[in-house]
């Protein structure tokens, strides 16, 4: 089942992000090769700068995404104000359709 992480940055967080960005793609990339990352890219402010993220992943259950959630550097960190987990269904343009 499909899960979109709906993550809102903290107000001020943009360097933190910034900094902890390397380990954040290792983190999505290693999510990838298990089969667990569906796809995933930043939200932008008006300036065009990163303040939150769309992550969806594949998970059995609301609670195994968010783990994997957590599990996240920008999460570590305390990148993230917010993390919402929302079952979620690709309808359309979906590759594995």
Request: hydrophobic share 45%; aromatic share 10%; glycine share 8%.
């Amino acid at each position: 089942m499909l899960f979109a992480l709906l993550c809102t940055d903290k107000p001020g967080a943009l360097q933190l992000r910034l900094d902890t960005r390397p380990v954040h793609v290792a983190h999505l990339t290693k999510l990838n090769e298990e089969g667990k990352l569906a796809f995933a890219g930043p939200f932008l402010d008006a300036d065009g700068k990163p303040n939150g993220s769309l992550v969806v992943v594949k998970a059995d259950s609301a609670e195994a995404a968010r783990a994997l959630g957590e599990a996240d550097p920008f999460f570590k960190a305390g990148v993230f104000e917010s993390v919402v987990v929302k079952p979620w269904t690709w309808t359309f343009n979906n590759p594995e359709a």
